[in-house]
Structures are given as C-alpha cells and as structure tokens.
Nanobody, 115 residues
Framework: QVQLVESGGGLVQPGGSLRLSCVVS????????MGWYRQAPGKQRELVAT???????NYADSVKGRFTISRDYAKNMMYLQMDSLKPEDTAIYYC?????????WGQGTQVTVSS
C-alpha cells in the first residue's frame, strides 16, 4: 500500500517562503508522475506542479517562476519550494502520485498567506 504524508505548511506573510515535503512509503512502479495539487475554499482542486520519473517538471502558469518541485530519490521524498508567496496561494496542498494508473493522495497540508 502506497502512502503519502505531507508536511511543512503554515502561516506566512505575503512575499515569504515555505517548503512543503512529501514522504512516499510503499512500492511504486518505475514509471510514475508525482505532483502537488491545491484546493482553496470554495474552489476545485487544481494542479500546481508535477515531476515525472524521468525528471521532467511542469508548473501551473500561476506559480511559474515562484515555485520549484524536486525529488530526493534516496529518501523517497518530494518537495515544493514556494517563494514570493501571495494571498491567492492560500489553500490545502496535496501530494499526489500516479503510479502506472494507480492514484494516491496525501491528507493535505494547509498553507495560509496573510499579513
């Protein structure tokens, strides 16, 4: 059974930074896509960034140039470095993996950007 656990959320002022972490446990296939999604109150869940098993990354236009997704293969970790945060980045952030068509989600971590 694959499990994803996020951490690193919190309250930050506009312009600040946070780094989210996601630890992956369990067996995943060698071909996968991992990513971060977020859901703000009253809105649908949306893609933030993804990274493939081959190392290709993709970002939502709203976070390009501000967020960076990365992986530590040795530690089975995935990260989302978030810089220049804006109030509209406030949401619950979820870790996600698509492993050969099998989908897994973490429980989410709250990010609040406010002065």
């Amino acid at each position: 059974q694959v499990q994803l656990v996020e951490s690193g959320g919190g309250l930050v002022q506009p312009g600040g930074s946070l780094r989210l972490s996601c630890v992956v446990s369990g067996r995943i296939f060698s071909s996968y896509v991992m990513g971060w999604y977020r859901q703000a109150p009253g809105k649908q869940r949306e893609l933030v960034a993804t990274v493939t098993s081959g190392g290709m990354s993709n970002y939502a236009d709203s976070v390009k140039g501000r967020f960076t997704i990365s992986r530590d293969y040795a530690k089975n970790m995935m990260y989302l470095q978030m810089d220049s945060l804006k109030p509209e980045d406030t949401a619950i952030y979820y870790c996600h993996i698509n492993s050969a068509g099998l989908l897994y989600w973490g429980q989410g971590t709250q990010v609040t950007v406010s002065s």
